[in-house]
């Protein structure tokens, strides 16, 4: 092989590396955008779940509120209802109370 044959191979040899170094980059940028690209899916759909998941809970917190605040109101009607029971027992007695103070304070 002559002097100028065996530059030409070593000319040719870089340049065939020099391609293989441009489609290594490219391929390597190429795989970067797919990964990004998929851990922004990822990060979009953990981030929709996660409100799912938000949601859920505060609905199942508005019930159980609910249900509370059900509770209590009733809880409460019922002890309105026995006030309102004793003091209708109590209208007589008041009554009789109220006129003999009244008969005292005019007698008096």
Do not use: P
Not at 66 to 93: H, R
């Amino acid at each position: 092989m002559t002097r100028a044959e065996i530059l030409s191979d070593i000319k040719q040899a870089e340049e065939e590396a020099k391609k293989l170094v441009l489609q290594a980059n490219e391929a390597r940028i190429q795989k970067i955008n797919e990964t990004k690209a998929e851990s922004r899916e990822i990060i979009k759909r953990a981030e929709c779940e996660a409100q799912q998941y938000a949601e859920s809970e505060m609905s199942k917190a508005r019930e159980i509120i609910k249900q509370e605040k059900e509770k209590i109101i009733g809880k409460g009607a019922l002890e309105a209802e026995d006030t309102k029971k004793k003091a209708k027992k109590n209208i007589t007695k008041a009554t009789k109370f109220i006129l003999t103070e009244f008969e005292r304070a005019v007698n008096a």
